[in-house]
């Protein structure tokens, strides 16, 4: 109704693709875990699939939660960049609790959200 087709990916709320973003809940030993990369792999992929079989015009977005479930800011910050700066997405949703929180760990603590 709209005039467009899309997605929101689910990467918020300790759903699989925040899991898998985790370095806390992902202890895989493949190449789905580990590094910032590796962890990040599988929610790149999706996006990738999803573009190809729909092509340029279907909207991709991604909620993501960048805070709890094990989720690092400073990592969620590198591969939200790399994920934009390639056109995986057409927007980001993020899921923030209190956007004037204070970051509690981590590279931004004593920040800000």
Request: proline letters at 1%; charged letters at 25%.
């Amino acid at each position: 109704m709209a005039g467009f087709d899309g997605v929101a990916l689910h990467g918020a709320f300790g759903w699989v693709l925040s899991e898998f973003m985790s370095p806390t809940l992902n202890t895989r030993t493949d190449r789905y875990g580990g590094s910032v990369e590796n962890r990040a792999r599988l929610t790149i992929e999706v996006m990738q699939a999803i573009r190809e079989v729909c092509g340029k015009d279907f909207q991709i977005g991604w909620r993501l939660s960048v805070e709890r479930y094990g989720l690092r800011l400073e990592d969620l910050r590198e591969i939200a960049a790399h994920i934009l700066d390639r056109e995986f997405i057409d927007y980001l949703d993020l899921a923030l609790w209190d956007s004037a929180q204070i970051v509690q760990e981590g590279a931004f603590r004593g920040q800000t959200m």
